[in-house]
């Protein structure tokens, strides 16, 4: 595992969560300094991250009274050298990260007896929330997608999934596949090209963060970028959607510049989504002219205030 970057305040406690295929999962907590936690907030990070990217909003949570708690996914940050390096996981990578996310929610929630758990998913991570909330939804306060869509913009699911199983076959699960750069390569299109990085936001300094991190923008292997593919036909299935609690709480927030969306299209498409299950509580916000990564976007403090006063009003 890399240092932590200078800019980085290391006031949390990081530590493994054992899984049961013996894979150790990075996991990291924050608690508020005084009293127990009004409720603990769980963030699934995107693709290609790591979870210290979120320590300035997990301490703006504690700040406030909440409790945060955050793994590395497999193939991520200080996870991956159980499962192979970046980019690189075993069989069946997405059921087994969903179930590290719910074996680390249930540690904290038998620390923390009674508190209520929020799940806080953003990109990639919003897929791997929704999913969570089918198997598990029962568990949850709330569910708040960040720089969420859908499903990957652009894309045929069948031949994508048909493409990797050839790319899998020749050359195996843990070869890095072209699949996600590809799929990804017109989103810096409508920016100035600088780092090749702007669609994630406005602000350079986060920006240029991002490309310095060794543990961030790396290439997914072809079983993962497969396994990502599958998942998207699972979640988006009608009988799996029908799973998730209609009185669960869902928040959406989003950068209207934000390019894995198509111009707002598979913002709408997933509300109609929520709304046709029944969801009860269903809000959503888009933000003008922020991009992918509204929590290290300029307007971020805004964004902060806004997720504070969601969950002060639902918890």
Known sequence: MQAPRQD?????HQDFHQAPDGARIARYTWLPESGPPRALVQ???GAAEHARRYDR???????????????????????????GGRGVVGED????????????????????PGIPLVLLGHSMGAMLARDYAQEYGADLAGLI??????????LDLEAAADALEQEIAAHGRTHPSPFIPRTFSS???????????????????EVDRYVADEDCGFAFSAGLAL???????????????????????????????DPCHQGMTLIHE????????????????????????????TNRDEVQSDLLAWLDKRI
């Open 8 to 12: 980085f305040h290391p006031d949390f």
């Open 43 to 45: 963030i699934a990070h």
């Open 57 to 83: 909003f997990a301490r703006f949570l504690t700040g406030h009274g909440y409790g945060v708690l955050a793994s590395d996914h497999r193939g991520h940050g200080a996870t991956a050298p159980a499962t």
């Open 93 to 112: 990578a997405w059921r087994a990260t969903v179930a590290d996310l719910k074996g680390i929610g249930d540690h904290a929630a038998a620390e923390h």
């Open 145 to 154: 997608l960040s720089g969420t869509f859908r499903t990957l913009p652009g």
């Open 187 to 205: 989103f810096n299109d409508a920016f100035p090209h600088r780092t090749g990085y702007e669609w994630l936001s406005r602000d350079t300094a």
């Open 227 to 257: 396994d990502w593919v599958r998942a998207i036909r699972k979640i988006n299935d009608p009988a799996h959607l029908a799973r998730i609690p209609r009185g669960l709480p869902v928040h959406l927030a989003v950068g209207d510049q």
């Open 270 to 297: 997933l509300l109609e989504d929520f709304r046709y299950i029944g969801t009860r509580d269903l809000t959503w916000r888009a933000y003008p002219d922020a991009r992918h990564e509204i929590l290290n976007e």
